[in-house]
């Protein structure tokens, strides 16, 4: 798959990336995780019943989750409570505050090492970055 900035093309090449178990290692939010379950089940109007149904996992390991009972929550957990509670996983992640919404996209960064690593400027490489950021939240005006 090729992107286009201006006149220089990228490849852009699938990655493979390794996620840790979030944990009570992961910016001390264990003691949270259970509350922040409970919370985001209780907006979507659901019993934990239901979203153990919607979202695959057993009643007793979301009942569990909710009571503080795990100390650690997987990335295919993860992806199977966003499913239940009609949520992406981004969406979930960051409710979770697990990913802060602030921070610098890694694919922008791995962009701009790209382009060091192909000769070019920190300068130019931050011109770079600076288009794909302004043609993403200004579609129409390239």
């Known amino acids: ?3 286009t900035f201006g006149n220089l093309n990228l490849t852009i090449v699938k990655l493979k990336v390794i996620v840790p178990v979030l944990n009570s290692h992961s910016n001390n939010l264990m003691a949270s995780i259970p509350e922040k379950i409970k919370e985001l089940r209780e907006e979507a109007g659901m019993t934990l019943t239901q979203l153990a149904e919607r979202s695959g996992l057993s009643l007793a390991y979301i009942s569990k989750l909710e009571s503080g009972g795990y100390q650690d929550l997987s990335l295919t957990s993860s992806k199977s409570l966003s499913k239940g ?15 802060d919404n602030n921070r610098e996209r890694p694919s922008l960064k791995l962009l701009a090492e790209a382009l060091r690593s192909n000769g070019y400027s920190n300068e ?6 600076s ?3 302004f043609i993403k939240e200004h579609p129409g005006d390239k």
Do not use: C, N
């Not at 130019?124 to 970055?129: C, N, R, S």
């Open 85 to 99: 509670l009609g949520l992406t996983l981004k969406d979930f992640l960051q409710r979770m505050g697990f990913l």
């Open 131 to 133: 288009y794909a950021r």
């Open 124 to 129: 130019l490489a931050e011109k770079v970055i």
């Open 1 to 3: 798959m090729w992107i």
